[in-house]
């Protein structure tokens, strides 16, 4: 008996996705544990800045990676911003993260200030699938496809909906608020699958801050929405709950620190996981970042750096505490503050009413009138007495 390779590859394919629905049906089996949400890769960081800082950012969303963490910080970008990201897995997985943002050239919902909008393309490669195949005649033929690979786009709107002084016990705080949501579509490749499966998801957050404190609330809702179907399994998508805190302040010159706290909640696998972070600027160029991650399998100790040169940005972050695996990252960011965004308002035209056409015929010119002069009074006759 004969065999082409396209035969070959046929079964090496059938037998790779019969492994993957017998894992699939393992993971049902434990539906709702740790690893039973597919797409794992939403869960990763990716932004260096917030690897470093162990990944609380839902209440610091300050720059285009809030479209990750929390849309609702979209709303503080100025100018615009754009950033690529790097990130080096376990083994030979990788991911690759892009994205773009701007103020929006009108005024938003609120009525307050601009609004901002953003894209992001998220790749991830699971690394490859080797499979080795027993041929007739005994010899062992072996083929690699891809894994898994991953695509995650992404749409963001953010902008800036509050914004009062509240009297709080004698204190005049001066309190901003900002809503925000994203849309996904997500399309996950098993096997170089012809058919892959795809759905949307979206995102929501909310962010509330007190500049004069440096004080942050943040809060939002990630990949909320419908499964990936794999054969005949449904996987759900993890959804993830973020809550935190930040607070900022200046220390000498222009040096400043950055702490934040959040508690991270994946409700379809009943996980949750706290994440503390703290970022050191030292003259507005050099930035020190330490994390810690608890409560989560790849738990442990992060740190990152950060050079910032004008518009530029190059971040760098790294685990250090995990045995068995220490993902890193590197991304560059660049701020087009030399592009201003011009409100757009409507232009109306009125029409200025014509002039009256002179006439043909000359009026007479109208000299004014002389004031008509009163006659003198008479005087009145009036008799006088000497007494000689």
Known sequence: MTYSMNDLKRNLKAAGLAALTLAACARAVLAGGPGSAGMQVLKLDTSPRAAGMGGAFVAVADNIYTMSYNPAGLGQLYVPEATAMHLSGFDDSSLQYFSYGMPLPFIGLGGLQK??????????????????YIMP???????????????????????????????LEGYNAKIEQYLGMNAKYIRSVLLEDKEPPSTFAFDAGWLLTEP???????????????????????TKLPSILRLGAAYQRPTVMDQS?????????????????LRLGLEYHFEKIFNLRLGYKGGEDNKGMTMGIGIHYEDMALDFAMGMGNEVY?????????????????????????????????????????????PARTAPEKKKDSDFFWIY
């Open 326 to 370: 220490n993902a890193s990252q590197v991304a560059f960011s660049y701020k087009f503050s030399g592009i201003k965004v011009k409100e757009y308002r409507k232009k109306v035209s009125y029409k200025d009413p014509q002039p009256e056409k002179p006439s043909k015929t000359r009026a007479p010119s109208k000299q004014p009138r002389k």
């Open 115 to 132: 609004p901002a909008a953003g894209f992001s393309v998220l790749m991830a490669n699971a690394g490859n699938f080797n499979y080795k």
């Open 257 to 273: 620190l950055l702490l934040a706290a959040e508690g991270d909640f994946y409700t379809n696998e009943s996980l949750h996981s």
């Open 212 to 234: 004069r404190l440096g004080l942050s609330l943040g809060a939002s809702v990630a990949n909320y929405g419908g499964g990936l179907k794999y054969g005949t399994e449904v």
């Open 137 to 167: 005649d005994g010899s062992i033929l072996s083929h690699s496809f891809d894994a898994q690979k991953d695509l995650v786009l992404t749409l963001g709107y953010g902008e800036k909906v509050y914004s009062d002084e509240v009297n």
